[in-house]
């Protein structure tokens, strides 16, 4: 077990060499990595061990191994030294020409882009894609990325977005969980789930069937992921843009209790930012997912 002192961390290098030795199983393979010599890499080692109280390498006639100690520590410093090589390669050159950044809600990334990101890879396998989470108007302004999936009523999307289809909302729950209710017994004794911020409100959907709700909504979530996972976990009754839910009522997670469906007040569009090198990328992205949704629109209907 290894026991670290409430001290200040020991010097980033010595934990490199710490990863390198353990990833080759020699110092002097770690030494030709790290361009060290194999005296400096042994001092390094000592010096992380006497520092930690621990010993973290048996050495044999033919390199090194880990104590159990040493595998305890590598499973942090392993992780800890891949993402500041991924940190880093973000403001490489290399990385910043092939990279497309999108911008999304976490509730698309999760439940439609991630279904589908694949397929662009595949047709662009010299791209790759980071996705970054975004919401409101200021954080796209914020993240300044090459594409930019946003969400709302047109008037408020911002200008030069283009919407990716007129979505509709539907109510969803677990298939247990009221399956053959109609809207106005059902509504009557279930726990509606609420998004808040949006203009798809379940007194809307009241009105729009003209089955005024006896129970107001029960809980308030900020987002649609949030309100799809009450449902699924047989929580309550979420309304849902179909783009979004229609995959999990096609494997069985959800059902629509209630028949018939409402025009959205709001839709997702894309909208294209950036930089100049990265304005072709940007443009292959805005072609396939127009014709991804599309695609993914007519299969259901």
Same mark, same amino acid.
């Given at each position: ?39 400096? &890499? ?7 061990? $006497? ?14 191994? #880990? ?7 590598? $499973? ?50 010299? $791209? ?14 914020? &993240?300044?990325?090459? &594409? ?19 979505? &509709? ?7 247990d969980l009221a399956p053959d209710a109609k809207a106005g017994d ?5 726990l509606l789930i609420h998004v808040l911020g949006t203009e798809n ?70 909208? #294209? ?29």
């Amino acid at each position: 077990m290894i026991r670290i002192m409430p001290r200040s961390l020991p010097p980033l290098i010595w934990f490199r060499t710490f990863d390198c030795a353990a990833r080759h199983g020699s110092f002097s393979r770690a030494a030709q990595e790290l361009n060290l010599t194999q005296s400096a &890499v042994s001092q390094h080692i000592r010096s992380l061990e $006497t520092r930690l109280g621990a010993t973290l390498f048996t050495r044999q006639a033919r390199g090194v191994a #880990l104590t159990d100690g040493g595998r305890q520590l590598l $499973t942090y410093v392993a992780g800890a030294m891949a993402d500041l090589n991924a940190a880093a390669e973000l403001f490489s050159g290399r990385k910043q020409e092939s990279v497309l950044e999108v911008a999304c809600s976490s509730s698309f990334a999760r439940l439609w882009l991630c279904r589908h990101i694949g397929s662009f890879q595949e047709s662009h396998p010299g $791209t790759g894609v980071r996705i970054v989470s975004a919401l409101w108007p200021d954080e796209y302004t914020r &993240v300044k990325a090459d &594409v930019q999936i946003r969400y709302g009523p047109a008037e408020l999307v911002g200008e030069g977005a283009e919407q990716l289809l007129e979505d &509709v909302v539907i109510p969803v729950c677990h298939p247990d969980l009221a399956p053959d209710a109609k809207a106005g017994d059902g509504m009557r004794d279930a726990l509606l789930i609420h998004v808040l911020g949006t203009e798809n409100t379940w007194d809307r959907w009241s009105q729009h069937h003209g089955t005024p709700p006896d129970a107001p909504p029960a809980l308030h979530v900020d987002a649609d992921e949030l309100a799809i996972e009450l449902a699924e976990q047989k929580q309550g009754i979420a309304l849902c843009g179909r783009l979004l839910c229609q995959p999990l009522i096609q494997e069985g997670r959800l059902h629509s209790p209630f028949p018939g469906e409402m025009p959205s007040n709001e839709n997702y569009y894309v909208a #294209l930012g950036g930089t100049e090198k990265s304005k072709d990328r940007a443009q292959q992205f805005r072609k396939w997912i127009l014709e991804t949704v599309g695609q993914s629109v007519r299969t259901r209907s």
